[in-house]
């Protein structure tokens, strides 16, 4: 099984739905976030989390909400989608501990998301 | 803030040449990380290399290697050997030490080895 997994794997919506956006790890990792990739612009930060209760804004949180419902499990969701949140979004996890091996971020498989 | 810069959208390849990808940063952090990641066509981030800005010693990991010039805050990767599987989209990106392990990304580009 994935260390770090995220449903659906693919979604298509509608513009003006509620969406949310679900990733679960089993790293034991206290960090988490959500990356937004685009064509051409990389991934971009929307949302960090370094424990249940640190919650932060990243570069492009317009639009979207997140929750950490548990040290295991981080949620993205978008109150009303529109038509340009169609992107590929990853979830990814990195760990607190020193430089050893708290810099590294281990990501999902990713889930694309169409708003029509 | 950072950037990272990858002036290479696209890129071939033969297969069991070499080729190198350019990545260009901008900061003002002396103390920093920096990678590359691979997304095959399965979309999965694949955490290629990665070198800490304290080492001047390159980065190598089997067919892959970089070439960090930290003055002029150049990264290029260099894969030796290329193989159909090398077939990927490639991030270069940037993380300040000790600040959150947030990562910023650069563009992207898209490798293509050809047989």
Known sequence: DADVTQTPRNRITKTGKRIMLECSQTKGHDRMYWYRQDPGLGLRLIYYSFDVKDINKGEISDGYSVSRQAQAKFSLSLESAIPNQTALYFCATSDSAGSGGGNIQYFGAGTRLSVL | ?115
């Open chain 2, 1 to 115: 803030a950072q950037t990272v810069t990858q002036s290479q959208p696209e890129m071939s390849v033969q297969e069991a040449e070499t080729v190198t990808l350019s990545c260009t940063y901008d900061t003002s952090e002396s103390n920093y990380y920096l990678f590359w990641y691979k997304q095959p066509p399965s979309r999965q981030m694949i955490l290629v290399i990665r070198q800490e800005a304290y080492k001047q010693q390159n980065a190598t990991e089997n067919r892959f290697s970089v070439n960090f010039q930290k003055a002029a805050k150049s990264f290029s990767l260099k894969i030796s050997d290329s193989q159909l599987g090398d077939t990927a989209m490639y991030f270069c990106a940037f993380m300040i030490y000790n600040a959150g392990n947030m990562l910023t990304f650069g563009g992207g580009t898209r490798l293509m080895v050809k047989p």
